[in-house]
């Protein structure tokens, strides 16, 4: 709830003032009970190996990959198989059992080859270093930055999603001061905005402060604290400091009062990391008209997909859990009467090199495929094009399997956004490089 990246907004206030109000000139959207939107992002930290995850199994496409991926490859009976709606055969790993089972029923979709671009760009260009390209390819840091706040190069004090906030904010599209972003995995770039705070959780815990009961000694002394936090001491950073830690406080009681009155969900959700998370997540969407929210954003995470050696036994750990979360998730939104109000979504660092390291495992690369689920999403298609499978080929970096992406984060980014209601006329303002590319909306979500 507090930590120096809430400090960042006081430097970049001018900043926030000028998005705000380019924001404010925009016609709000139309409020009804109905036209709750959420976001909620799973990234997956690491870099998965998406080349594992869903797999062209037509005759051509299948031989390419079983000759390039060596140990790495799945063998068919390692795969589950599914059909897109085009009637192309398709094989997710089988781990991911529910996310192949959400495919076919048409609930879920794959968003192909997508990565940090600042524009298009092809391999003889990009070995020829003719057009920009991200800073830092194959970094942790780096591409884990530019997912979450959508700038391939330099740095940026905001993400995506906390600009995505500041527009809600500026139109008023929430009827109450709670945060529209809210993590359930710590503090997150993604969610920091330049005028609006993001709130973090752990799942199941707490975010009212420990030590102060019923009792009058006790409510004497947190009123003494709320006098502090509201004291002026004429320092700027103190008084940020107080804000942040004052708004917080009042954002906790806001969501347990919330929370106290929600009942039970029926659906069980896997008691893993991802799982706690993601219940977490569908209690406070059951509270969103409590808290008065029409609009949300969440962040959740799962890590350990740096697989540099013994991949496949890694994913055979991480993909069930991955995939079992999603399927509960979904049947929580399904049980709340908001499938269709809700769209769920994967980021990661990158991709993994197509040829494997000597340890079985795979190296850093580019792009990737991505997941989203949701009622709203056209679900049992693939968006996008996969990549040549061919190490050296066109869509390759150099001889490794590095595939070049054909989508940016900025495509990817947008067509969630446009579904959750930022119009066209601002979405330049949320994704900066948008105007780059020529497609806006890849059109996976109805």
Known sequence: ??????????GAASLGTVVLRRFAEIPALAQTGSNYRALVCVFLFGGNDSNNTIIPTDDANYKAYLAARASLALQSGALTQVESVSGAPYGFFSPLAEVASMFSSKELAVVANVGSLVQPITRAQYQAAQLPIPNNLFSHADQQQQWQTSIAQGNSPTGWGGRVADYVAAQGLNSSKFPTFLSVAGNTLEGTGTKTQMLAMSPGGSLELAGFNNSASSQARLSALTNLLNLNSGVSLAQAANSTMSMSLDDAKTLATALGK???LKTQFPTTTLGNQLQQ????????????MQRQVFFCSVGSFDTHTGELPTLNTLYPELSQALAAFYSATQELGMAQNVTT?????FNRTFQPTTGDGSDHAWGGHHLVLGGAVQGGRIFGTFPTFELGGPDDTDTRGRWIPTTSIDQYGATLCSWFGIPDSAMNSVFPNLPNFSTRNLGFLG
């Open 262 to 264: 929600a009942a039970a």
């Open 281 to 292: 997540v569908a209690q406070i969407i059951q509270v969103q008209s409590d808290l008065g």
């Open 345 to 349: 979504f994967t980021e990661s660092d």
């Open 1 to 10: 709830m507090f930590s120096r990246r809430n400090f960042i907004r006081v």
